[in-house]
């Protein structure tokens, strides 16, 4: 039973931090990709990062370089997104998901067949 759990989302203010969790279970994150993708309302989906379970492969959408970081922790099965800089259109359900991959990583949607339910961002200007 593959099952992804984000959390970490809230309320923060322009210019705040937050950090986001993906627990994984059910599979160890070796031979996968683990992405992140928000969704704002009335938007299509976005693919925000992108990150293998080697960590040698990391990827990032020009919208959130420089501000966001992507990382995982290999003995807790878990991928993290550090959201620094924060701006309202930042404002998003954002969802991360799984991928067995041979080597890559990818920020299209189409490519990710498990996902979780997703944790609320909202950034107050």
């Known amino acids: 039973q593959l099952q992804l759990v984000e959390s970490g989302g809230g309320l923060v203010q322009a210019g705040g931090s937050l950090r986001l969790s993906c627990a994984a279970s059910g599979f160890t994150l070796d031979y996968y990709a683990i992405g992140w993708f928000r969704r704002a309302p009335g938007k299509e989906r976005e693919g925000v990062s992108c990150?293998?379970?080697?960590?040698?492969?990391?990827m990032y959408a020009d919208s959130v370089k420089g501000r966001f970081t992507i990382s995982r922790d290999i003995a807790n099965n878990t991928v993290y997104l550090q959201m620094n800089s924060l701006k309202p259109e930042d404002t998003a359900v954002y969802y991360c998901?799984?991928?067995?991959?041979?080597?890559?990583?990818?920020?299209?949607?189409?490519?990710?067949?498990?996902w979780g339910q997703g944790t609320q961002v909202t950034v107050a200007s």
């Open positions: 998901a799984a991928w067995r991959s041979e080597g890559v990583c990818a920020l299209t949607s189409q490519s990710f067949g498990n």
């Open positions: 990150i293998r379970g080697s960590g040698n492969i990391l």
